[in-house]
């Protein structure tokens, strides 16, 4: 039997069960960190912390930002988002996949962008085996831009 998960926006009495998995996954230092990152992410339409629960544990997390695009509509980016469940964690992000697309058809997105960290090769192989790239543009582990040096301080006339 497919394990089912609770995708609902994370909520204010869930900041401190939600801290485990945003410091194993995400990062995330310190539970005051991840306090005011929460409170960040609260106070912006634009953006969200969507949680995946189980059982009565949080299984998963993602963070999203609705940002501008060169279209004139809107591009959904997916910041972060990790996965703390033994058996079967594809289940998991493939049921926090599913809420992303969502909130990008109702945020009139025309593209889903997932520029998470670069040791997300996992996400990369799990969506291009559900065709993720009949959904939108797929941008995992994407390497900064580097800038040639002899470009830089250089001013007009010189």
């Given at each position: 039997m497919a394990a089912v998960y609770r995708v609902a926006p994370l909520k204010a009495g869930e900041i401190e069960a939600a801290f485990p998995l945003a410091y194993a996954c995400l990062g995330t230092p310190d539970l005051e960190t991840w306090r005011e990152t929460v409170r960040r992410f609260a106070d912006h339409d634009e953006s969200g912390l969507v949680a995946a629960e189980r059982d009565g544990y949080i299984r998963g997390l993602l963070a999203y930002s609705?940002?501008?695009?060169?279209?004139?509509?809107?591009?959904?980016v997916v910041?972060?988002?990790?996965?703390?469940?033994?058996?079967?964690?594809?289940?998991?992000?493939?049921?926090l996949v599913d809420a992303v697309k969502a909130i990008a058809r109702t945020s009139n997105c025309d593209e889903i962008v997932f520029a998470v960290a670069q040791d997300s090769g996992w996400l990369s192989t799990l969506l291009s085996d559900h065709a993720w790239q009949?959904?939108?543009?797929?941008?995992?582990?994407?390497?900064?831009?580097?800038?040639?040096?002899?470009?830089?301080?250089?001013?007009?006339?010189?």
């Open positions: 609705v940002l501008p695009s060169v279209s004139g509509r809107q591009v959904l910041q972060s988002l990790g996965v703390l469940e033994l058996l079967f964690p594809e289940r998991a992000a493939l049921a009949d959904a939108g543009r797929l941008m995992v582990g994407h390497q900064p831009v580097m800038v040639d040096n002899r470009y830089h301080g250089h001013r007009r006339g010189a």
